[in-house]
């Protein structure tokens, strides 16, 4: 019995410490090849594991002549730093380096916009887009203004039950933004991933890179799936504070579980209240008033920070449940810490998401002092059925006046300004990096003085690509050593027009090829009717398709759900029989379309097999397509892809102290530090290879001796 135990305990060892090298074996190959993929678009490699921030996800803001601190995940040596953007390249002057944190100064020469930071250190070249933001204005008046589009619930990676990507979505409202100059800046409240992956950060960068607009995020729980690691390389900091001016952004994680430790609920405390500020703005992802809409206002008067949670607490009216989202209730001390920093401040706006609604509160203190707790429903991540995907536009004054916009009243439950009518597809490949962009919503197309389409320009197409972008009044590129990017501007906001800029190396000659892969027959009166097919564009790539089913001389248009590589159309053959004509559309970026017909018979009983492929009639035109709808509806058969998680992480314990960003922006975040590095795919470290086969052969060798010895 000894023998056996010890044989099992030795097996047991080996397997944790064969796990444990192949899963670091797995990250340094995952790192390696993701840092790798975000370099696609610029000359020089992101700082991915050697900046901490500034980041992308939380730009520094700085002044000509002021100072900025730079925080490295290692104390990396920094031979100098650049700022850099299609107008500008400054070089900063290095006053100190300490513990992995470096103060430089911006020289008085440099001009307003958004810049990329370039650093040249001991291990190579590396950069960050977007990283430092020199703005137009000091917002030092008490009616200076910050215009805000907010956005959250992101969630990379989803395919939404409609058929739309959430990317797609996302998106539409980094063009909006770059077609709507008063925006300042982007405000994203949580959820960017949707399971926290590498790679789901990395397309989050090729789409967000396209704005010439600061975006300051704070992480949601989808963010936390995986652990908060890949965010913090990705994005940026978790917890952090800048000042603006008469303006404070105060962003706060409330991590996997959907509340803040207290030592973060304590930091948030002193940074508030602590601050001479007029107008403060706190962001954090799980809201404290949760699905708060309705006809009438939510509306409090409250003279403490304890009226404020009897208000949290009670039961809305006609419900069984309170205002509060419940989660924060998990850490009493840390909930009522907040309370007190909002009530105890001139906190004037608190944004948060995660609940996938809009939804509205404010609060009034007896000094007129009043806080507007907004909830904007999600940007890409699946929403209700009657509801939609959207943004909200929030301006704030420098005297604590808050205005919010939409499509609705601030406290109607569709307040948000709506995303479906703004169709936006980019697809970048071997041959082009190509854009399409359509708006359907005349609420949208009247907020546009003109629209700004943008597309990457991979790095291989430098030197060689052409502009298509018909229509278009001007056209110009916007490139740095980090990433480079081609814009074109529409002076004619039109409603329905597709407009389109590709950036090509190869001309698209050929509309695209649609093979239907699987179809009925025949099939039965009432019965599901499956139909699969591919779409391929060797040229510049599909942009849409769809399909209109035609039964008894009614057309419906059937949005098909997207399964790996192929597409999927479901719906019930009518209660009579005949036959049902299902007409297959796919339109490629330069605007020319295919169609491919298939006709099912729709029988009382079947007389032969009926999963055989239709080999029917096929079309091609190469001009754009006319709409054959009455009616529109979304494949729903199969179950969609959502973004409920089955897995639990446990939430990273932030330290109890602070660490300065700059002389504006604090955050008391710490976890565990990743390598100083991201080695290439063909740098991955020999031994952890070696150690992960020695670890498999291990635990071979053991489980062959518990084997034998059990035999005997």
């Not at 100190?96 to 650093?119: C, F, Q, T, W």
């Not at 169609?595 to 035109?621: E, F, G, L, P, R």
């Not at 509806?633 to 700059?662: G, L, N, Q, Y």
Request: net charge positive; with cysteine; aromatic share 10%.
């Amino acid at each position: 019995m000894r023998i056996r135990s010890y044989y099992a305990l030795a097996l047991l060892a080996a397997l944790v410490v064969a796990l444990g090298v192949l899963s670091n074996a797995t990250y340094y190959v995952g790192a390696a090849q993701q840092a790798g993929s975000v370099n696609e678009y610029g000359k020089v490699p992101y700082c991915v594991g050697i900046v901490k921030y500034p980041n992308w996800g939380l730009p520094d803001v700085a002044y000509p002549g002021s100072s900025m601190d730079i925080h490295l995940w290692s104390n990396v040596g920094v031979k100098d730093a650049v700022l850099e953007n299609s107008s500008f390249k400054v070089k900063l002057k290095l006053i100190r380096s300490s513990e992995g944190i470096v103060k430089a100064e911006l020289p008085k020469s440099v001009g307003p916009g958004i810049y990329d930071l370039v650093l040249n250190t001991n291990e190579g070249t590396c950069g960050i887009h977007n990283a430092v933001w020199v703005p137009a204005e000091r917002f030092n008046s008490l009616g200076s203004a910050l215009v805000l589009m907010h956005v959250t619930d992101n969630h990379f990676n989803v395919m939404n039950p409609e058929g739309r990507p959430a990317a797609d979505y996302v998106l539409s409202s980094v063009l909006l933004a770059l077609s709507m100059p008063n925006i300042t800046a982007i405000v994203n409240t949580g959820d960017l991933a949707n399971t926290g992956s590498a790679s789901q950060y990395v397309k989050a960068i090729e789409v967000f890179s396209l704005l010439n607009k600061p975006v300051f995020s704070i992480p949601g729980n989808h963010d936390h799936v995986v652990g908060i690691k890949n965010y913090e390389l990705y994005v940026g900091p978790t917890n952090w504070s800048l000042r603006l001016g008469r303006f404070l952004l105060v962003g706060m994680d409330t991590g996997y579980d959907g509340y803040p430790t207290t030592a973060e609920a304590e930091w948030a405390y002193k940074v508030l209240t602590g601050s001479n500020a007029t107008a403060e703005i706190l962001m954090f992802h799980h809201p404290l008033f949760a699905y708060v809409y309705g006809s009438t206002p939510h509306n409090f008067n409250v003279s403490s920070w304890q009226d404020l949670e009897k208000v949290l607490l009670s039961k809305k009216p006609g419900s069984k449940y309170p205002y509060l989202f419940t989660s924060w209730l998990q850490n009493k001390k840390a909930f009522e810490t907040i309370l007190k920093a909002i009530y105890g401040s001139h906190t004037v706006l608190v944004l948060a998401g995660h609940i996938h609604l809009d939804s509205y509160a404010l609060i009034e203190r007896p000094n007129h002092v009043k806080t507007w707790f907004i909830v904007t429903t999600a940007l890409g991540g699946p929403v209700r059925s009657k509801d939609y995907h959207g943004f909200r536009i929030i301006k704030v004054y420098g005297n604590g006046t808050v205005q919010v916009y939409g499509e609705g009243k601030p406290w109607d439950r569709h307040a948000s300004y709506s995303v479906e009518g703004v169709k936006a597809y980019l697809n970048v490949g071997s041959a082009a990096s190509a854009e399409a962009l359509t708006i359907t919503d005349p609420k949208i197309a009247a907020m546009l003085p003109h629209v700004v389409l943008a597309v990457p320009i991979p790095r291989n197409f430098e030197g060689k690509y052409k502009v298509f972008a018909p229509g278009a009044d001007r056209v110009w590129r916007r490139c740095t050593p980090v990433f480079c990017a081609v814009y074109a501007e529409f002076k004619e906001v039109k409603l329905g027009k597709t407009y389109r800029l590709v950036a090509y190396v190869r001309p698209d000659e050929a509309p695209p090829t649609i093979v239907v892969r699987s179809a009925p027959h025949e099939v039965l009166v009432g019965r599901s009717i499956d139909i699969t097919y591919s779409v391929k564009d060797e040229a510049w790539g599909v942009q849409e398709t769809s399909a209109v089913v035609m039964i008894n001389g009614e057309r419906e248009v059937v949005k098909p759900m997207l399964y790996g590589g192929s597409y999927l159309i479901s719906f019930l053959a009518p209660k009579t029989p005949g036959k049902v004509t299902v007409v297959i559309t796919a339109k490629d970026f330069s605007g020319k379309t295919a169609n491919k017909t298939v006709v099912i018979n729709v029988v009382s009983s079947v007389s032969t097999t009926s999963s055989t492929v239709s080999t029917t009639t096929s079309s091609t035109t190469s001009t754009t397509s006319t709409p054959l709808t009455t009616s529109t509806r979304t494949s729903t058969t199969r179950p969609s892809i959502t973004s409920v998680r089955t897995t639990s992480v446990a939430k990273p314990t932030p330290t109890t102290t602070s660490s300065t960003f700059t002389s504006t922006t604090s955050s008391i975040t710490s976890t565990t530090k990743p390598s100083s590095t991201v080695p290439s795919a063909s740098a991955v470290p020999a031994p952890v290879i070696a150690g992960g086969v020695v670890a498999v052969a291990v635990v071979a060798v053991a489980l062959y001796l518990v084997l034998r010895r059990a035999q005997r």
